[in-house]
């Protein structure tokens, strides 16, 4: 969806290496996520936030930190990475405007990292 | 948020109704049953969600058995282009937002 855009798209970088991950999203949505993929695994959340000055922990933060700079901004860094970072990172939005029930959320195109 | 669980694996000939089955036997009466896709590394789409009626949309029918532990998503007419990993996820009512997704079941339509 290019409403949900990610930079890099690939990246490849050494072990212990600082890496910032980006999303950016033109579809005015309050709430901003992230997520990793392994091969052959479905999503696993690594933070969320729902507004600028929220931040929540998914069920895989550690080794991994995050900054919501603006309703349309939401970055992912590690700090030292590591080996077993080496994964599909998405970015996504949803609108809590939608309602409760309503939980369609808006993927980005995705990030390939690889740490070598 | 209830478990899921799908079969790994799927075919369905072009043009014939794909027919995605998931047991969520320990839902409980505040969870939705969500459905999402996800075709070769891009990026999951939403499909369509339910409560406990029978829901359809331009994409799909999700059907939801009368006692909720299991729910199917039809797609009509399946194209080469529906294949894809199929998540089925159930998650409670609130603002969390939060969605867990599973292994999904790859479904391979065939020409």
């Known amino acids: 969806d290019a409403d949900v855009t990610q930079t890099p798209r690939n990246r490849i970088t050494k072990t212990g290496k600082r890496i910032m991950l980006e999303c950016s999203q033109t579809k005015g949505h309050d709430r901003m996520y992230w997520y990793r993929q392994d091969p052959g695994l479905g999503l696993r959340l690594i933070y969320y936030s729902f507004d600028v000055k929220d931040i929540n922990k998914g069920e895989i933060s550690d080794g991994y930190s995050v900054s919501r700079q603006a309703q349309a901004k939401f970055s992912l860094s590690l700090e030292s990475a590591i080996p077993n970072q080496t994964a599909l990172y998405f970015c996504?939005?949803?609108?809590?405007?939608?309602?409760?029930?309503?939980?369609?959320?808006?993927f980005g195109p995705g990030t390939r990292l690889t740490v070598l | 948020d209830a478990k899921t669980t799908q079969p790994t694996s799927m075919d369905c000939a072009e043009g014939r109704a794909a027919n995605l089955p998931c047991n969520h036997s320990t839902i409980s009466g505040n969870e939705y049953v969500y459905w999402y896709r996800q075709i070769h590394s891009q990026g999951p789409q939403y499909i369509i969600h339910g409560l406990k009626n029978n829901e359809t949309n331009e994409m799909a029918s999700l059907i939801i058995t009368e006692d909720r532990k299991s729910s199917t998503l039809i797609l009509p007419h399946a194209t080469l282009r529906d294949t894809a990993v199929y998540y089925c996820i159930v998650r409670v009512s609130s603002n969390t937002g939060k969605l867990i997704f599973g292994q999904g079941t790859t479904l391979q339509v065939k020409p």
């Open positions: 996504a939005t949803s609108d809590s405007d939608r309602g409760v029930a309503y939980n369609e959320q808006f």
